[in-house]
């Protein structure tokens, strides 16, 4: 079984997925930690962001390994002389500013995709484009909107910052990302502006077993 959830930034996908996850007893896949953790080594190693053939080049030597527990996403880069978890720095406001131009590479979208189709069933997927592009075929499809205001205060209460530039900053993010994210069109939408974390889980869990 596959649930896919997708939706806009800070939207609660990744909150809802892992309860749905764990409620499920399945694990979950972070589809945006892949983007981040190319971007957070693109930035490092000065790679431009937008240009496909070198960013695959510096990705192919990357020993990038996923970790999808029910609980949290992580991820590691397993260089053999030192290893060293990407997660946290893969995070920042440096990397939210440049994800949106690496995901917008066809390219790039390729290799987050093979990645995510080799793995093995059942799982929640979360990202932008779960339910349309990569896993058409999931069971349940949910798809988490919530205004700018709303997900820009969530977001200042996990990291520090400026809730009207957090706002911005997200609100340029949702139109860079517009392309490749929109409801499927079996997706049921859930509008999270005025539930809490437990309602939108709830809603999800009715939905995946209406269709079971
Ligand atoms: N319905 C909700 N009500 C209140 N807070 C929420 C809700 N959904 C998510 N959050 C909080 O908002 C923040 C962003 O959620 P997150 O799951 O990281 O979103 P996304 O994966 O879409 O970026 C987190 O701190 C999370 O705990
Ligand atoms: N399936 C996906 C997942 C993420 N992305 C892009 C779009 C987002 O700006 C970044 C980061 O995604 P992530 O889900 O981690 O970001 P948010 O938590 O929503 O802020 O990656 C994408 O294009 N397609």
């Known amino acids: ?69 029910a609980g949290g996403n992580r991820i590691y880069l397993d260089t053999p002389d030192c290893p060293r978890e990407l997660t946290a ?39 932008r484009d779960m339910g349309t592009a990569v896993f058409p075929q999931a069971r349940a499809k949910f798809f988490l909107v919530a205004s700018p205001r709303v997900r820009a205060l969530r977001r200042v209460k996990e990291r520090v910052g400026d809730v009207e530039a957090v706002e911005q900053a997200l609100i340029a993010r949702d139109e860079q990302d517009q392309l490749q994210s929109h409801p499927a069109a079996d997706a049921q939408i859930i509008d999270t502006s005025d539930l809490d974390l437990a309602g939108v889980i709830a809603a999800v869990m009715a939905g995946v077993q209406e269709r079971a």
């Open 89 to 127: 720095d893969a995070h920042t406001s440096a990397v939210d500013a440049g994800v949106s131009a690496l995901a917008q590479l066809p390219q790039l979208r390729e290799w987050v995709n093979a990645r995510l189709r080799a793995l093995t069933p059942p799982f929640v997927a979360e990202g």
């Open 1 to 69: 079984m596959i649930v896919t959830i997708d939706g806009v930034a800070a939207s609660g996908k990744s909150s809802v997925a892992s309860g749905v996850a764990s409620a499920l007893s399945i694990p979950y896949v972070s589809s945006g930690l892949l983007y981040r953790a190319a971007t957070l080594l693109a930035l490092e190693a000065g790679t431009s962001l937008s240009d496909a053939p070198a960013l695959l080049s510096l990705l192919g030597a990357a020993p990038l390994r996923l970790e999808p527990l």
